[in-house]
């Protein structure tokens, strides 16, 4: 079985444009969430998605957000690019809504310039 | 104070050695714990979720939580230069509310080095 696939795998924009992430969760599992990862650090919690409602965020502004789609699947947006959002993108899927065991998938690498 | 906490390291051990990698947590809720291994370059791989106290053992690993003290552990026995990466602890805290969803709350990892 396919594991969670994320796209693009790197992608480098420059500071005020718009960016969506892709995820497609593990076949079955109902929950996505996105996490953002900078350097030396543990993953950020996002937000949540299941059932193609949102379920968490975390405490990120209001130009990041995400939909689930009938699919599963899910993206990820975030619009007026800071240099500060430079990091590695994560989607996690799990079979249901509270988090018994999340799997990631291998990650988007945004660089803004 | 960080809701969760680890030693940054770089633990370095030998190989053959026993590595042994701690965590704690703020929230005496919590109620799932988890373990993460990530390479360098790569994305969080589980390698091991415990749910209540005592001892949990997969292979050479055995992840241990003390509830009480708000304390989870990894040990890795018989250590491989391939257990070389970082290990991610991650917990999912219950919301104001009390219930439990999606969030997982991550420490900063530890950087583990196993030499020949």
């Known amino acids: 079985d396919a594991g969670v696939t994320q796209s693009p795998t790197h992608l480098i924009k420059t500071r005020g444009q718009h960016v969506t992430l892709r995820c497609s969760p593990i076949?079955?599992?109902?929950?996505v969430s996105w996490y953002q990862q900078v350097l030396g650090q543990g993953p950020q919690f996002i937000f949540q998605?299941?059932?193609?409602?949102?379920?968490g965020r975390g405490n990120f502004p209001d130009r990041f957000s995400a939909r689930q789609f009938p699919n599963y699947s899910s993206e990820l947006n975030v619009n007026a690019l800071l240099l500060g959002d430079s990091a590695l993108y994560l989607c996690a899927s799990s079979l249901r809504r509270e988090n018994t065991e999340a799997f990631f998938g291998q990650g988007t690498r945004l660089t803004v310039v | 104070q960080k809701e969760v906490e680890q030693n940054s390291g770089p633990l370095s051990v030998p190989e053959g050695a026993i590595a042994s990698l701690n965590c704690t947590y703020s929230d005496r809720v919590s109620q799932s714990f988890f373990w993460y291994r990530q390479y360098s370059g790569k994305s969080p791989e589980l390698i091991m979720s415990?749910?209540?106290?005592g001892d949990k053992e997969d292979g050479r690993f055995t992840a241990q939580l003390n509830k009480a003290s708000q304390y989870v552990s990894l040990l890795i026995r018989d250590s491989q230069p391939s257990d070389s990466a970082t290990y991610l602890c991650a917990v999912n805290i219950v919301n104001a509310g009390g219930t439990s969803y999606g969030k997982l709350t991550f420490g900063q990892g530890t950087i583990l080095t196993v030499h020949p």
């Open positions: 998605y299941y059932e193609k409602e949102e379920r």
């Open positions: 076949s079955g599992h109902k929950s």
């Open positions: 415990i749910y209540s106290n």
